[in-house]
């Protein structure tokens, strides 16, 4: 009997690196780690997944209610990709109990993430006397309120930083034309900070999954 034995390149199974850029598509699934969100190689199928999902496709956020696995112990996840689309995890709502990630907005090497968070305040609070002027009477008031939260996320390290203008400034630093259209930059003008962070993306693009990973 005569065996056959077919060798094929390595190269046929590996991905091909392209730029991460806002038509990159992840594959669908679990990603439990950022090195693994950088290989687009999920570490558990999105059947394993227990739960409801709702997806807000046009404001970036996906939350799942219930989460959890249906098979073995694992980590909550760093990210998740559905329709290609990666969200990462930014929180657990323990009284509501859901799950919540951003997706990704601007794409590239520094890419953008927008979510809500709870931030508790504490607030003394006076009542006056309108014949005396004097206060008569206070007590701390405790609230939760939701605030909204920009971050840039360094896609080879995975860190999340403000979006904020000093941080584009220093990102952009190599670039002198938009170092001296940011120094003319109120900080306030959103549009005009992501518009200096895309530029910089285009020009200095990130390859996905790293060209070493398929190697």
């Known amino acids: 009997m005569r065996w056959i034995i077919c060798l094929f390149p390595f190269w046929l199974t590996a991905q091909q690196s392209r730029v991460f850029d806002q038509d990159f598509r992840f594959?669908?699934?679990?990603?439990?780690?950022?090195?693994?969100?950088?290989t687009n190689a999920p570490d558990i199928a999105w059947s394993q997944i227990a739960g409801e999902m709702v997806q807000l496709a046009e404001d970036y956020r996906l939350q799942i209610d219930?989460?959890?696995?249906?098979?073995?112990t694992h980590p909550t996840p760093y990210a998740i990709s559905l329709d290609g689309q990666p969200y990462l995890f930014v929180r657990a709502d323990a009284k509501r109990g859901f799950h919540e990630f951003a997706g990704l907005r601007e794409r590239g090497r520094y890419a953008t993430m927008r979510?809500?968070?709870?931030?508790?305040?504490?607030?003394?609070?006076?009542?006056?006397?309108?014949?005396?002027?004097?206060a008569f009477r206070e007590a701390?008031?405790?609230r939760d309120r939701t605030r909204s939260l920009d971050r840039i996320v360094n896609m080879e390290t995975g860190d999340r930083i403000p979006l904020e203008l000093p941080v584009i400034r220093r990102i952009v630093s190599t670039e002198q034309d938009l170092v001296r259209a940011l120094d003319r930059t109120d900080p306030a003008?959103?549009?005009?900070?992501?518009?200096?962070?895309?530029?910089?993306?285009?020009?200095?693009p990130l390859l996905l999954p790293a060209p070493q990973a398929n190697r």
């Not at 594959?27 to 439990?32: H, I």
């Not at 979510?115 to 004097?134: C, E, F, I, S």
């Open 189 to 204: 003008e959103r549009e005009k900070l992501l518009r200096a962070l895309k530029i910089y993306n285009v020009r200095h």
């Open 115 to 134: 979510y809500d968070t709870l931030v508790h305040t504490r607030q003394l609070m006076k009542a006056y006397n309108p014949a005396t002027g004097y």
């Open 27 to 38: 594959r669908d699934g679990v990603y439990l780690s950022h090195d693994a969100l950088l």
């Open 66 to 72: 219930g989460f959890g696995y249906k098979q073995g």
């Open 140 to 142: 701390w008031v405790e």
